[in-house]
């Protein structure tokens, strides 16, 4: 029966060690698949931030060329036809500006003939009020001069 109990006991912690050694063989796995997924993400967002440079750069780029397109040093049937959309959107942009402009400035005149309504005051300022109202109404009494 001793044998029997010390044969259990060694298949037990021969079972735990197995367990242990398991997890630390997931344990590293995890955090090798953790450092491959942060290079990545780094990765991803030095590759976004490139990009944006990129654009930016085409952007100023795009700009000079359109500038010398509009003062004519430079020529090409294609570049003019991109010219020619630039200047129907800009030529929408100034449009609904004016119309912002119009309505704002409409809005302005309206907030100057029609006052502002009063106001809401709290109960607070309401008592203080009254309270400043009657020491001032005692007070023009006493004296006979009106207090503010």
Known sequence: ?????????RQAKDALQ???ERIYELADRVKEEALELSKVSRTKLDIMTLRRERNSLLADLGSRVYELLKRGKLRSAELNSLKAKVEKVEEKISALEAEVSKVSRKEEEVET?????????????TRTSRAKKASSTSAEKDTGAKVE
Do not use: L
């Not at 029609?114 to 300022?125: D, I, Y």
């Open 113 to 125: 003939v029609v006052p502002a309504p009063p106001k809401k005051t709290t109960r607070a300022k």
């Open 18 to 20: 197995k367990i242990q």
């Open 1 to 9: 029966m001793a044998e029997e109990k010390k044969g259990r006991s």
